[in-house]
């Protein structure tokens, strides 16, 4: 219930509040008066206008937004109805106080200074400053009308008073619906009582060295996008202080992994290394899927760790497999991972962990950098160039080429991502066209119109066979496999 003791106490102390505003329909100068009725928090809104005593309905309209923004619903706040035709004196009618104009909107409008309306015994009584200024004496005096005042719903008609009601009452009155440091709202988060994005937690005190304005992190690299996401080389971050936001937040983070036909002999290399580098200190679900859930190796976790089989059937080529795992994940999100993890990182396993991969990754979407193209001009980019596929990027257009082979983000975001990919896909199927590279392609084209709300370097995606190791790699975290390609694939 809005109308408490607290409530009370504070329109007591804070009203009347005479409010003066510039009429935008005629720029006329308006005083607005807020007056409470404390029994039931009824607003009586007074207004002396210049050039004539209509409602300022476009005022009127702010003020229903704000009230209804703190939470306060129709039946809580009312107005008396008006009614009347004293063109002069705008008053109340129907069941309440003096005549006066009807203003359409269930509030009326009077001369500034013509009283505070009360509920008394037997009707509505005039207050003691019941002197008219501004146009003249009231045309009459308060009449005393018997009965109980009706109420009226507030309807579309109260909104512009919402700049002039904050300066006086403050983004916190009348509210308790703002959520304290570290607190959650009801129903918030993927994973049940769970973060869908870091939150501002309280840390305990930390040593580490000082950020330096003037000093940038990295001079030799890009470290931040045009729409100001962090691209994480490193040198850009603390893992410390991202441990410590994390683990207060005892996030889960999940990992999909495919491992169809001849590629689960990856499998047990993966899982070893990432058990080493990946999330070391966090909770991880390995999301494993594969057509041979007896092949899985058996691989020591740590605690908080744990591997989940996956059974899905196998395909006769490569490029199948990886179009549909956006299918799969999508199902999955929808099935599982929403109610067990908060973030989602999607790789391949053709690939090993050899330094540090941490929260530091960890974004609503994120995507990872080409290593063959991260040099490189957008019209070099092996975009899908042909219109009539769903994938397609024009020439003059397009931010990096992402790889396929690692991104994520939260559930939710991922869910979205791999949903839009696969309907993709099947748009194109249906049109008998096949993305120049795949699921890839229309990831591509998926994180153009999204844009990522965090970027990973190279480092987290490299092949030393094929590109050797410059000098702005200061670590290779994600590594390819050495193989034989047309081994793997086509059997």
């Given at each position: 219930m809005v109308a408490n003791k607290l409530l009370k106490k504070r329109l007591k102390e804070w009203c009347p509040v005479t409010l003066t505003a510039l009429d935008g329909a005629n720029g006329s100068a308006n005083s607005y008066t807020l007056v409470p009725e404390y029994d039931s928090l009824w607003w009586s809104l007074c207004a002396q206008h210049r050039r004539n005593p209509d409602v300022n309905l476009d005022a009127l309209e702010a003020f229903e937004k704000f009230l209804q923004g703190k939470g306060i619903s129709e039946k809580n706040i009312s107005m008396p109805a008006l009614a009347g035709s004293a063109s002069g004196s705008p008053g109340f009618g129907r069941s309440g106080p003096p005549d006066?104009?009807?203003?359409?909107?269930?509030?009326?409008?009077?001369?500034?200074?013509?009283?505070?309306?009360?509920?008394?015994?037997?009707?509505?009584?005039?207050?003691?400053?019941?002197?008219?200024?501004?146009?003249?004496?009231?045309?009459?005096?308060?009449?005393?009308?018997?009965?109980k005042p009706k109420y009226c719903s507030l309807r579309s008609g109260i909104f512009?008073?919402?700049?002039?009601?904050?300066?006086?009452?403050?983004?916190?009155?009348?509210?308790?619906?703002?959520?304290?440091?570290?607190?959650?709202?009801?129903?918030?988060?993927?994973?049940?009582?769970?973060?869908?994005?870091?939150?501002?937690?309280?840390?305990?005190?930390?040593?580490?060295a000082q950020p330096k304005v003037l000093t940038p992190s990295r001079k030799d690299v890009l470290v931040l996008t045009p729409w100001l996401a962090p691209i994480i080389w490193?040198?850009?971050?603390?893992?410390?202080?991202?441990?410590?936001?994390?683990r207060l937040q005892n996030?889960?983070?999940?990992?999909?992994?495919?491992?169809?036909?001849?590629?689960?002999?990856?499998?047990?290399?993966?899982?070893?290394?990432?058990?080493?580098?990946?999330?070391?200190?966090?909770?991880?679900?390995?999301?494993?899927?594969?057509?041979?859930?007896?092949?899985?190796?058996?691989?020591?976790?740590?605690e908080g760790r744990r591997l989940v089989v996956l059974q899905v059937p196998g395909a006769a080529r490569w490029q199948d497999v990886s179009m549909r795992r956006m299918d799969m994940i999508s199902s999955f999100c929808a099935q599982r991972f929403?109610?067990?993890?908060?973030?989602?990182?999607?790789?391949?396993?053709?690939?090993?962990f050899s330094d540090h991969v941490g929260v530091e990754i960890l974004s609503q979407l994120f995507g990872t950098l080409h290593p063959g193209f991260y040099q490189a001009a957008r019209e070099a980019f092996t975009y899908e160039r042909r219109p009539q596929s769903q994938a397609y990027i024009p020439r003059d257009q397009?931010?990096?080429?992402?790889?396929?082979?690692?991104?994520?983000?939260?559930?939710?975001?991922?869910?979205?991502?791999?949903t839009a990919c696969h309907q993709a896909m099947k748009a194109d199927l249906a049109n008998g066209i096949e993305a120049v590279w795949h699921d890839e392609s229309h990831l591509n084209r998926y994180l153009l119109d999204h844009k990522p709300t965090k970027v990973l370097s190279p480092e987290y995606l490299w092949d030393e066979q094929l590109l050797g190791r410059p000098a702005i790699m200061k670590k290779l975290r994600f590594m390819?496999?050495?193989?034989?390609?047309?081994?793997?694939?086509n059997r």
């Open positions: 006066g104009r009807l203003g359409g909107r269930g509030v009326g409008v009077f001369p500034r200074g013509a009283g505070r309306w009360r509920k008394a015994a037997g009707g509505w009584r005039a207050g003691s400053e019941a002197a008219a200024v501004g146009r003249g004496a009231m045309a009459e005096q308060p009449r005393t009308m018997a009965g512009l008073l919402i700049t002039l009601v904050l300066v006086f009452f403050g983004s916190g009155f009348l509210s308790s619906r703002v959520p304290m440091q570290g607190t959650r709202q009801e129903g918030a988060g993927e994973a049940a009582g769970k973060p869908t994005s870091l939150q501002v937690v309280t840390l305990p005190r930390m040593v580490y490193e040198g850009t971050f603390n893992i410390d202080i991202l441990n410590e936001q994390f996030v889960t983070i999940g990992l999909t992994v495919f491992a169809i036909k001849k590629y689960v002999v990856f499998l047990k290399l993966f899982l070893e290394t990432a058990e080493e580098h990946f999330m070391v200190g966090h909770k991880v679900n390995y999301y494993v899927f594969t057509d041979q859930p007896a092949a899985v190796p058996r691989v020591p976790l740590r929403l109610h067990e993890v908060d973030f989602l990182v999607c790789v391949d396993v053709d690939m090993r397009g931010d990096f080429y992402y790889m396929g082979s690692f991104f994520g983000g939260s559930v939710s975001e991922v869910h979205r991502l791999t390819a496999v050495p193989k034989n390609h047309k081994e793997i694939r």
